[in-house]
C-alpha cells in the first residue's frame, strides 16, 4: 500500500523524499561517530593515556588512584614550580601564660604572739614599712599574765638564792646539817629554771614587738617591704595566733610565674634564655632566664609551675600582673617549607610531592611553627621535591 502511495507521487515529490531521507541518514552516522569517539577519548583519559587524536588540546592533568599526572601540552606546567625540601637550623619557641608573684624568700606574714584585741593599727594595705617601724597594738591578758610570772620567777629566785647564801654559812660553822644545805640548792635551782622559762615565754612574745607595760605589745616590721595582704582592723579579737593578720613582702626582687603545660615541657630548660611581656607595657620585652622548674604537675590543670627571677628596683613589675613568656627550645636541624606549599583543607595541612617527572602525590604534614617566612613541619624528608608555587590547582 506504502508502495502504491509512493508511485502514485509526482516525480518532484519522490525527488525530494530520496533527499531527504539520505540527509538523515548521514546527519544519524555523524552523531553516532561523535558520541562513541568521545566515549573513548574519556575512557583513554581515565587510565592515564594521552589523547587519541593527534593535535588535540591536552587536559589540565590526569589522575590516576593518589597520584595526580601532569601531561604534556597542559597549561598547568607552566604554573605550578617544584623545589626540594630544605633543612634548617631552628629554635622553636612556645608562648605561655603567667603572672608576677612576690618571692617567698622575701615575704613574712606578721602573726599574732599572743591572744587579745587590736587596739591599734598604724598601717594600711598597699603601705611601704621599713624595718622596725611600728604596725599595731595588742593589749592581752595573756602577755599580763606572762609578764607576771616572769616578774614572780624573779623574786623567787632571789628569796631562794639569800636562802641558800644562808644555808651554806651554817653549814660550813656546823649549824645546818648536810640535807637541809640540798634543799636549799635545789629549791634555787628550780627557781632559776622557772625564771628562765618565763624570760625565753617574753622573749617569744616581743620577738618582733616590744613589750610596754603589763599588757601591751607593739609589733614591729621585721623587714622592710610593702603591706601585701591585711586581715586585721582596729578592734579586731585575735583568738589564733597561727592566723595571719598581715603580709609583708619586698618587692624589690620579683618572680614571674608561667603555667607550662606538660606537651610543652621539652622546651623549658633551667638557665634557658626567656621572654616576657607584660600586659601593662605593650611593645616592650624583657628578657630573663629560668630560675625554678617545679617538680611537681599540678594535678587539676597538668601544667608545671615555671619561675623567673627579676629584680624590680623601681616598681614597674606589680603583684598579680599578667604576663606572658616564650620559652626556647634549643636549636635543633628541622624540615621547613616555604608556606605557599602548604595546602590546608577541614584544618588538616598536606603538601604535593613529586614522585615522578610531573607526577603528584598528596601528603599529610603537621606544621609546627613559622620562622623567618619558613614553615616548619613534620612528616618530610630533607630533599624530598615538593611543590610550591600553584598547588592549589591540584588542591581540588
Same mark, same amino acid.
Given at each position: 500500500?506504502?508502495?502504491?502511495?509512493?508511485?502514485?507521487?509526482?516525480?518532484?515529490?519522490?525527488?525530494?523524499?530520496?533527499?531527504?531521507?539520505?540527509?538523515?541518514?548521514?546527519?544519524?552516522?555523524?552523531?553516532?561517530?561523535?558520541?562513541?569517539?568521545?566515549?573513548?577519548?574519556?575512557?583513554?583519559?581515565?587510565?592515564?593515556?594521552?589523547?587519541?587524536?593527534?593535535?588535540?588540546?591536552?587536559?589540565?592533568?590526569?589522575?590516576?588512584?593518589?597520584?595526580?599526572?601532569?601531561?604534556?601540552?597542559?597549561?598547568?606546567?607552566?604554573?605550578?614550580?617544584?623545589?626540594?625540601?630544605?633543612?634548617?637550623?631552628?629554635?622553636?619557641?612556645?608562648?605561655?601564660?603567667?603572672?608576677?608573684?612576690?618571692?617567698?624568700?622575701? +615575704?613574712?606574714?606578721? !602573726?599574732?604572739? @599572743?591572744?587579745?584585741?587590736? =587596739?591599734?593599727?598604724?598601717? &594600711? %594595705?598597699?603601705?611601704?614599712? *621599713?624595718?622596725?617601724?611600728?604596725?599595731?597594738?595588742?593589749?592581752?591578758?595573756?602577755?599580763?599574765?606572762?609578764?607576771?610570772?616572769?616578774?614572780?620567777?624573779?623574786?623567787?629566785?632571789?628569796?631562794?638564792?639569800?636562802?641558800?647564801?644562808?644555808?651554806?654559812?651554817?653549814?660550813?660553822?656546823?649549824?645546818?646539817?648536810?640535807?637541809?644545805?640540798?634543799?636549799?640548792?635545789?629549791?634555787?635551782?628550780?627557781?632559776?629554771?622557772?625564771?628562765?622559762?618565763?624570760?625565753?615565754?617574753?622573749?617569744?612574745?616581743?620577738?618582733?614587738?616590744?613589750?610596754?607595760?603589763?599588757?601591751?605589745?607593739?609589733?614591729?616590721?621585721?623587714?622592710?617591704?610593702?603591706?601585701?595582704?591585711?586581715?586585721?582592723?582596729?578592734?579586731?579579737?585575735?583568738?589564733?595566733?597561727?592566723?595571719?593578720?598581715? +603580709?609583708?613582702?619586698? !618587692?624589690?626582687? @620579683?618572680?614571674?610565674?608561667? =603555667?607550662?603545660?606538660?606537651? &610543652? %615541657?621539652?622546651?623549658?630548660? *633551667?638557665?634557658?634564655?626567656?621572654?616576657?611581656?607584660?600586659?601593662?607595657?605593650?611593645?616592650?620585652?624583657?628578657?630573663?632566664?629560668?630560675?625554678?622548674?617545679?617538680?611537681?604537675?599540678?594535678?587539676?590543670?597538668?601544667?608545671?609551675?615555671?619561675?623567673?627571677?627579676?629584680?624590680?628596683?623601681?616598681?614597674?613589675?606589680?603583684?598579680?600582673?599578667?604576663?606572658?613568656?616564650?620559652?626556647?627550645?634549643?636549636?635543633?636541624?628541622?624540615?621547613?617549607?616555604?608556606?605557599?606549599?602548604?595546602?590546608?583543607?577541614?584544618?588538616?595541612?598536606?603538601?604535593?610531592?613529586?614522585?615522578?617527572?610531573?607526577?603528584?602525590?598528596?601528603?599529610?604534614?603537621?606544621?609546627?611553627?613559622?620562622?623567618?617566612?619558613?614553615?616548619?613541619?613534620?612528616?618530610?624528608?630533607?630533599?624530598?621535591?615538593?611543590?610550591?608555587?600553584?598547588?592549589?590547582?591540584?588542591?581540588?
Amino acid at each position: 500500500m506504502a508502495l502504491q502511495f509512493f508511485e502514485a507521487m509526482s516525480l518532484r515529490r519522490r525527488v525530494l523524499i530520496v533527499v531527504a531521507l539520505a540527509l538523515l541518514i548521514i546527519l544519524a552516522r555523524f552523531l553516532f561517530a561523535g558520541f562513541f569517539g568521545a566515549a573513548e577519548m574519556r575512557a583513554k583519559n581515565v587510565e592515564g593515556l594521552p589523547p587519541a587524536a593527534e593535535g588535540a588540546r591536552a587536559p589540565p592533568f590526569i589522575r590516576k588512584g593518589k597520584t595526580i599526572f601532569i601531561p604534556e601540552g597542559s597549561s598547568y606546567r607552566s604554573h605550578i614550580a617544584v623545589a626540594p625540601a630544605r633543612i634548617k637550623s631552628v629554635s622553636l619557641s612556645r608562648v605561655v601564660t603567667g603572672a608576677v608573684e612576690a618571692d617567698p624568700a622575701r +615575704t613574712v606574714k606578721i !602573726l599574732a604572739p @599572743v591572744n587579745g584585741r587590736v =587596739s591599734e593599727l598604724t598601717v &594600711d %594595705l598597699g603601705d611601704n614599712v *621599713k624595718k622596725g617601724q611600728p604596725l599595731a597594738t595588742i593589749d592581752s591578758g595573756d602577755l599580763a599574765q606572762a609578764v607576771a610570772d616572769a616578774e614572780k620567777a624573779r623574786a623567787s629566785v632571789k628569796l631562794t638564792k639569800s636562802a641558800l647564801e644562808r644555808a651554806t654559812g651554817l653549814n660550813k660553822a656546823g649549824g645546818l646539817a648536810i640535807r637541809e644545805l640540798e634543799q636549799a640548792q635545789n629549791d634555787y635551782l628550780q627557781a632559776t629554771s622557772e625564771l628562765k622559762r618565763a624570760e625565753a615565754r617574753l622573749d617569744v612574745i616581743g620577738d618582733n614587738g616590744k613589750v610596754t607595760g603589763q599588757r601591751k605589745i607593739t609589733l614591729n616590721a621585721p623587714i622592710d617591704g610593702t603591706i601585701t595582704a591585711l586581715d586585721t582592723a582596729p578592734g579586731d579579737f585575735i583568738d589564733n595566733t597561727t592566723a595571719s593578720m598581715m +603580709t609583708i613582702s619586698n !618587692l624589690d626582687r @620579683v618572680w614571674v610565674t608561667a =603555667s607550662v603545660q606538660e606537651k &610543652d %615541657l621539652s622546651f623549658v630548660q *633551667k638557665d634557658e634564655r626567656v621572654e616576657v611581656s607584660l600586659v601593662a607595657y605593650p611593645g616592650e620585652v624583657f628578657p630573663g632566664k629560668v630560675a625554678i622548674i617545679s617538680q611537681l604537675l599540678e594535678a587539676d590543670t597538668r601544667r608545671n609551675k615555671v619561675r623567673i627571677l627579676f629584680d624590680n628596683p623601681s616598681g614597674i613589675f606589680k603583684l598579680n600582673m599578667f604576663a606572658t613568656v616564650r620559652f626556647f627550645a634549643p636549636p635543633t636541624e628541622r624540615v621547613v617549607v616555604p608556606p605557599s606549599a602548604l595546602m590546608v583543607v577541614n584544618d588538616a595541612s598536606s603538601v604535593f610531592v613529586e614522585i615522578a617527572p610531573w607526577t603528584f602525590e598528596r601528603r599529610p604534614v603537621r606544621p609546627d611553627a613559622d620562622i623567618d617566612g619558613a614553615s616548619v613541619v613534620w612528616g618530610l624528608e630533607p630533599g624530598e621535591k615538593i611543590v610550591v608555587r600553584g598547588g592549589i590547582l591540584l588542591n581540588d
